[in-house]
């Protein structure tokens, strides 16, 4: 068991953001903001999506009240302006969002102070061919746009071929985002501190087919095969402006971290085994 990282240190301009469709966020958004003005700290509030733009510039911490899809908006602004993003869960499974809500404002003058660990988790880049750009902490979904039917996609990594895939869609995960989409497709699981990047087809025709682990390193060509479709690509759930009429895709990682916080004894394992429903430990069998 890791503990995270060392803190970026005491936080003097906060940003927070709501996400006012999870019962509780706004109530304790405003309550987390009232105690950081009452330590002397700046504070800046959005419920908007997406943010305002420089909404993150000059913060030193953005605390997010929601779920994972709200910390997920945010990871663009972030990493523009390096910025720390600390996810407090009012939504269901909270992978990203590790700060429970029970108990945060007791310890949020603690916070205040840097008493939280940062993680550094490798994002995707994704480019279309006419120069359309978007990133990822979870994944890159390709498929056909507008059909509900088996799609052929080539895939190439650092110029070669690798495969023709015939199936419902190709998943490219970070290890963050292997709990995600990948998870539920059949992926395998990987630690955040993995270097690689994992491909996982959806529903392959040919059953052979099946996820790929590549180094961080590699540079990936997604493009349609016969007929050249049109590809519908999403990133970390959302349709990016310039990706709708997408027929070759480049995914590489994007040399940027997203910084993430956690509490000083978070442990990646205690988190899946809770999430996901582990077993904890052995336990004796009976005859």
């Not at 750009?133 to 509900?148: C, H, M, Q, R, S």
């Not at 052929?152 to 990594?157: D, G, I, S, T, Y």
């Not at 479709?229 to 940027?256: K, T, W």
Request: with cysteine.
């Amino acid at each position: 068991m890791t503990a995270a990282p060392a803190s970026p240190g005491p936080v003097e301009r906060l940003a927070i953001v709501i996400n006012q469709d999870k019962p509780g966020a706004e109530t304790l958004a405003r309550r987390l903001a009232d105690l950081a003005c009452a330590h002397g700290r700046t504070v800046e509030v959005s419920d908007l999506y997406p943010l305002p733009r420089d909404f993150l510039k000059g913060a030193d911490l953005c605390v997010v009240v929601g779920g994972d899809g709200t910390l997920l908006g945010v990871v663009a602004a972030a990493l523009e302006h390096d910025v720390p993003v600390m996810g407090v869960n009012r939504g269901s499974l909270g992978f990203l969002t590790v700060f429970p809500a029970d108990g945060i404002e007791e310890d949020f003058a603690r916070l205040l102070d840097g008493a939280f660990g940062i993680g550094r988790r490798a994002v995707l880049r994704g480019r279309s061919a006419d120069g359309a750009e978007g990133v990822a902490l979870n994944d890159i979904l390709v498929k056909e746009n507008g059909a509900f039917r088996l799609v052929h996609l080539q895939v190439e990594a650092d110029g070669g071929l690798v495969t023709d895939f015939y199936c419902d869609g190709l998943i490219f995960s970070t290890p963050t985002g292997s709990t995600a989409y990948n998870l539920s497709a059949g992926g395998p699981l990987m630690h955040p501190e993995t270097a690689a990047v994992a491909l996982t087809p959806i529903c392959p025709h040919t059953l052979s087919n099946r996820s790929i682990i590549f180094p961080d390193t590699v540079h990936l060509t997604v493009s349609g095969g016969s007929g050249h479709p049109r590809l519908l690509v999403a990133m970390d759930g959302q349709c990016p402006p310039g990706f709708g009429e997408a027929n070759r895709l480049e995914i590489s990682l994007d040399p940027r971290r997203l910084r993430l916080a956690q509490p000083p004894d978070y442990a990646y394992f205690e988190t899946v085994r809770k999430k996901l429903d582990w077993s904890g430990g052995m336990r004796p069998i009976r005859g």
